[in-house]
């Protein structure tokens, strides 16, 4: 796992983040054997790569605060969502991509922004369940579309 911050110059950051993870089971329980699990499936929810990385410019604008647009990309490799995988769990890799303005008041008691998640409103999945073995169906969990919010906050201190 590495994590990195760089401040380029004036308000200008970047962050990112990856992680590998290389999983493989060494030896199994007859129990796992006799339910399906074999030495060349992977551990559910592992996958082997997950990147992160983001942008934001600190815009100073005197006695108006400032103003942050700020952009934040992630990747996640595929990875299956049972013990026993298959082609009905396993969740394809995807990317997001989300968004953010915001402006804080020069005496920092008011912050108000406008965010977006999964700005390419892509479709994408974050776990399966295989219930082929019973039902013969899989349920999937969609992630959100595209959307919006603003917030608004005020600091007493």
């Known amino acids: ?27 199994l329980l007859p129990a796992a054997l006799a339910s399906g699990l074999t030495l060349d499936m992977t551990t559910p929810f592992a996958p082997k790569w997950k990147y992160s990385a983001g942008a934001q410019y600190l ?3 005197g006695d108006a605060g400032t103003l942050t647009p700020r952009l934040d990309w992630s990747y996640q490799a595929a990875f299956h969502a049972q013990p026993v995988n298959s082609s009905f769990n396993r969740v ?17 008691k008011w912050d108000v922004a ?7 409103d892509e479709l994408y ?18 992630t959100p579309p595209r959307q919006w919010a603003i917030t608004l906050k005020r600091s007493f201190q």
């Open 1 to 27: 796992e590495l994590e990195t911050e760089l401040r380029v110059f004036g308000g200008l950051s970047f962050d990112a983040s990856a992680s590998y993870l290389d999983f493989e089971y060494k030896s």
């Open 125 to 142: 999945y974050l776990t399966f369940f295989d219930n082929q073995g019973s039902t013969q169906n899989t349920l999937a969990q969609p």
């Open 59 to 61: 815009i100073e604008l």
């Open 114 to 120: 406008l965010e977006g998640t999964n700005l390419t």
């Open 92 to 108: 394809p890799n995807y990317y997001t991509l989300n968004g953010r303005l915001s402006w804080r008041s020069q005496d920092e």
